[in-house]
């Protein structure tokens, strides 16, 4: 029998609260999902800022071992140009919805969990405060629509955002999706 070792194990995908240190390697994935993925489609002049905004209540990072691979936030609904979609198609306040945003895996760690499981943390985070988590996404990115659709999100209407209009790559038809409705108290 050989004795050949089989390659080095894969350390499992863990998740965290993203702290201040996390915000540099965060930036370098950013500019290559942006190279790599097309996402965001327009590379932010500062990367801290669009990933740190205060109107971000929690922001979730994805690990392995010591090495952090992606991150996502959320953030009230209010506000967001997908608001009066997401409210009029749920029925609800947006004050009652919390809004995942900035959902960025590194292009190199794609496909081993990273990113279901930091839209499990964005969905956990959303029911903690009583709110239904929605998000949207430009139709061309088809790997977090499957991602999103997979996990049993719904596509609950469609938008064309003007440029600048506050959605991330804005000059693409954008789907709003729900998550999971928070548990009843
Ligand atoms: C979308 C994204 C976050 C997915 O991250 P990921 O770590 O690869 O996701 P996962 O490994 O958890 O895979 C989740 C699902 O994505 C889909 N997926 C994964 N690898 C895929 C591949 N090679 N091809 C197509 N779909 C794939 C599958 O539906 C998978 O479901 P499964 O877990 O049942 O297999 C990542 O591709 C990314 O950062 N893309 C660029 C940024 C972006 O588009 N963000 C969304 C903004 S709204």
Known sequence: MSTEPGPPARAAVAIRRRDSGDLAPLTAIVERAHAE????????????????AARFKASFVAVEGDEVIGQVSIAAAAGDAAEAAWSEALGVG???LAAVKRLVVDPS???????????????GAAHAGGRWPVLDVHDRESRAVELYEAAGWRLVARLVVPPGAGIECATLPVRCY????PPRP
Request: charged content about 20%; glycine content about 16%; overall charge neutral.
């Open 37 to 52: 993925r097309g996402y965001p489609a327009v590379l932010p002049a500062d990367l801290v800022a669009w990933l740190g």
């Open 94 to 96: 947006s004050e009652q």
């Open 109 to 123: 760690r794609e496909g081993r969990g990273a990113g279901r499981a930091l839209l499990e943390a964005a969905v």
């Open 178 to 181: 729900a998550g999971p409705p």
